[in-house]
C-alpha cells in the first residue's frame, strides 16, 4: 500500500497564500450601547449605528441610520463577538446591504479602556471583522459575489476599520 502524501503535497500552489486588495475605509457613529445584561452564556449589548461613512477608490458614500450591533461578551475570556447589519448610500445614491461579524479580544485593562471611551492603541488589541454584500446595483453588483475582511480599531466616537476585497 502506497504511502498517503501530506496535504501540504497536495495543495496547488495559488492557495498558499491569501491576495487582498484595499476597498474602503469605514467609520461608524455609534449611539451608547444598549444594555441588556447577563444572559446565558453571555453578556449582551446592542450597539445602534446613527450613520457613518466609507471612502474608497471604487465607492464612497454614507450609512444609512438604523443598523445595529449586537455585541455579545463572553464570560469565559471578555472577548466581545460582534454581529453587525449596516446599510451602506453609495455617493451616487445606490445602496448596498452590509451584514457582517467579527470579533475583538486582548488584555482585559485594555478592552476594560476602550468600554470606558478611552483612547488606545490600535495594537494593543485584536478586532477583526469578516463582510458581504448585497446589492440590487447593476454598477456594485460585483459586491454581491466577494468576500471582505476588515482591520478594526475602537475610536471613542466609533469603530472604523480598513476593509479588504478578498481576491
Excluded at 96 to 111: A, D, S
Aim: overall charge neutral.
Amino acid at each position: 500500500m502506497a504511502a498517503a502524501r501530506s496535504l501540504s503535497e497536495i495543495l496547488p500552489k495559488e492557495m498558499t497564500e491569501l491576495r487582498v486588495r484595499p476597498l474602503f475605509i469605514l467609520l461608524l457613529d455609534v449611539q451608547p450601547a444598549i444594555n441588556v445584561g447577563k444572559t446565558p452564556g453571555v453578556d449582551r449589548r446592542v450597539g445602534v449605528i446613527s450613520g457613518g461613512r466609507f471612502e474608497g477608490e471604487r465607492l464612497r458614500g454614507t450609512l444609512l441610520p438604523g443598523g445595529s450591533d449586537w455585541q455579545s461578551v463572553r464570560h469565559g475570556d471578555g472577548a466581545w463577538m460582534i454581529n453587525v447589519r449596516i446599510v451602506l448610500k453609495t455617493d451616487d445614491d445606490q445602496i448596498i446591504g452590509m451584514p457582517y461579524t467579527g470579533i475583538r479580544h486582548g488584555p482585559k485593562e485594555v478592552l476594560d479602556r476602550i468600554a470606558r471611551g478611552e483612547v488606545v492603541k490600535a495594537t494593543d488589541y485584536y478586532l477583526r471583522i469578516a463582510a458581504s454584500f448585497e446589492t440590487a446595483s447593476e454598477k456594485y453588483g460585483w459586491l454581491n459575489n466577494i468576500i471582505s475582511i476588515g482591520v478594526g480599531h475602537r475610536l471613542p466616537e466609533g469603530p472604523i476599520y480598513q476593509m479588504f476585497e478578498v481576491l
